[in-house]
């Protein structure tokens, strides 16, 4: 089964009312099509659309840190108990120190929490999989926030991109995190071998967000 | 009217069910003292005290962004939007770059959230004080978590601090962030000139947390 | 007397040996015309610089450390040995958190080292002023490394910072940190009250270097 | 041939004068026993211990930049210039983003600069193998700046890190980079197959530094 990862970020109509709004529609579509749908939403919104809803909730970011004296950092154990299921980690608005990744990862794989640890490059690829989350997904940088998409770029650092990552560890899951604007770049990501998309403005800024979602889900099950 | 700041911290005390049990006997000592209660929490915890209790919640971040592409990065509209009524900025276990302090407390007063900035030294307390925040926090790093208090320690730190931001706008409160254990060290801080506490451990650790809040509401009403 | 300070930032026409004549041009023509020359380079060209020309040498930024376990950073010890005689701190470009500015700015004053301490608008110049630093330097964002001069925008905000740093503290200098590209602006930059310019590009990527300097010298002196 | 890399770190015992005085006693001692000798020193001293000794001069840390707009930055570009041969990288004193790692390590690549990659566990060193480093350093934390030597504390974690890299990529070195006291010490790193060490404060504030390394260099010939 594919996976469609919503990142919210902090654009005005992923946040509050709209973000929960937002995961009915993913919840709604997600059942019909038969695709797993995942939510990524700052922190303070993710109690009330993990209660709200029954899609599962990804924080953005966690901070590598553990119960005590952290002021103002985000602390995994509290995402999850506000109903998390799991986290981004490394997304390349929120690049993290190497120790950090891997403090991050293994915190949050000791409470239950999914990882999907975002990457630039096929050697961040690589090197982020020696780290076993559940998801590395690609974002490479040429395809990041521009109209450029995966399926007119040279679509060949993705389909790299999975070959190094299996190669590491065959469990790990590669997601498409860049250069998804509808469809046909959703068929083209899963034809390069990834096994789900992380996309946001494409589907958060949409007028017809639920059009959108379907138009993809139905790409990832075809 | 003085003001008792809690500040949960990452602490397993002070996340999810505990934030709201904390914050409900912080609203009824507060109401019986008529001592402002303000509680600053982990951002997931903001929508749940906000939405239980009346008390004022705060954020113990923020990060200095408006809406956009910042994954993972706390935003002032959202937490706002979840009920949020401040924040602290430049938390001693979350120092911030000069600008961001600029930048963020700007956002926050742009949208209507109060600012405690905290700051170590009297210098630091004046500059901080440019920036006209509701509350500027002086935190003595040899008074931080330690077992000195305020009382005990030599205060002349937190006078020279309240001096210094009263000169740069009599408008700014200042608050004890550091040393307070007792009702005693409550009192000595209103006697060194302050409006109020900054308080984390001593509250959100102890085994009867309305007895300490009662003896510190006590003694700042006194 | 005023003072022109260069800023060789990591242009490649700053490294190494074109750093060593750039500063012989400075020396010669501050010579020439009684204009106090600073060059702030890369941490390695401060030994040859400061061995080859008798100008003041400056490091581009310093760390707040001492002697001690900080692989890596810069050890304002270090480069005082080498031949500094002051650095930049939170230029633009290298923004600082609060708490390095004031303690990298107490650490170099200590051991002799000049301070200029960047600030992008008025109310950030009155924070750092409060570190009682040699010089403030103000860099308006909206010229920065643009082609707007301080001649063309409106320069009140050059006017209000040497107004609010003065007030702060009558010693501390004011440095016109952006918008500078030729004479007339290094004579608008005096005439709004600074005591002298930082500059990068308009001096370090000019082909006819000295040129350039004369004709800033000559608007300082007029 | 085993290689000894000396980190002054910010230690006074390393810096300016010493920091010549050091790379001289490396060298004669190198010479004498065939065993590569590197001194990792600030970026201030590069260029002094280059033009004073043969023995290759690494910076203790650079940049992920080029040539342009970077103040303050540490640019790779220019410590070549100054002398150096390479860098350490993500040294456990200065921890840097995955990102920064890989294009600081590309860029140091491009220029000829070699390159020591730190890790502190087994993990994050497959991780940096990735980006094809001449060296990994091993830093255990339990080893760390303590009294615990590497023949007395368990050793798995550095053969199993030498085991994890060459796994990666056989050309890629790896070194011990913690619990290095004496010879001892050198001969159980080796027999753990590494092929150096990296070491600070035993040789740098070591009274008779000639007596340390010749006992060192010693143990890796033997």
Chains 1, 2, 3, 4 share one sequence.
């Not at 797993?36 to 922190?43: D, L, Y």
């Not at 970011?61 to 299921?85: C, F, N, Q, V």
């Not at 990862?105 to 780290?131: H, K, M, N, T």
């Not at 040429?142 to 993705?158: N, R, Y």
């Amino acid at each position: 089964m594919g996976v469609i990862v919503v990142n919210t970020k902090a654009y005005e109509e992923g946040v509050g009312d709209r973000a929960v709004e937002l995961a009915k529609i993913m919840e709604k579509v997600g059942k019909e099509y038969d695709v797993e749908m995942i939510i990524a939403v700052q922190p303070c919104d993710i109690y009330r659309v993990a209660n709200e809803t029954k899609i599962k909730v990804f924080c953005q970011h966690i901070d590598a840190i553990k119960y005590g004296s952290h002021t103002g950092w985000i602390l995994p154990h509290a995402i999850k108990e506000a109903g998390a299921r799991g986290t981004l980690i490394n997304h390349s608005e929120h690049r993290m120190k190497i120790e950090d990744i891997f403090s991050a990862s293994r915190i949050a794989s000791q409470i239950g929490l999914e990882r999907i640890i975002c990457a630039s490059v096929v050697e961040i690829a690589s090197a982020v999989a020696c780290f076993m989350p559940e998801y590395v997904a690609i974002e490479p940088p040429e395809l990041i926030g521009g109209d450029i998409s995966v399926t007119k770029a040279k679509p060949e650092v993705v389909s790299r991109a999975v070959e190094a990552v299996k190669k590491v560890n065959e469990k790990v899951k590669v997601l498409c995190g860049a250069g998804i604007k509808d469809g046909k770049d959703v068929a083209k990501a899963i034809e390069l071998g990834t096994e789900g998309i992380l996309v946001a403005s494409g589907v958060v800024k949409a007028k017809d967000k639920e059009k959108v979602l379907v138009e993809m889900a139905e790409a990832m099950v075809r």
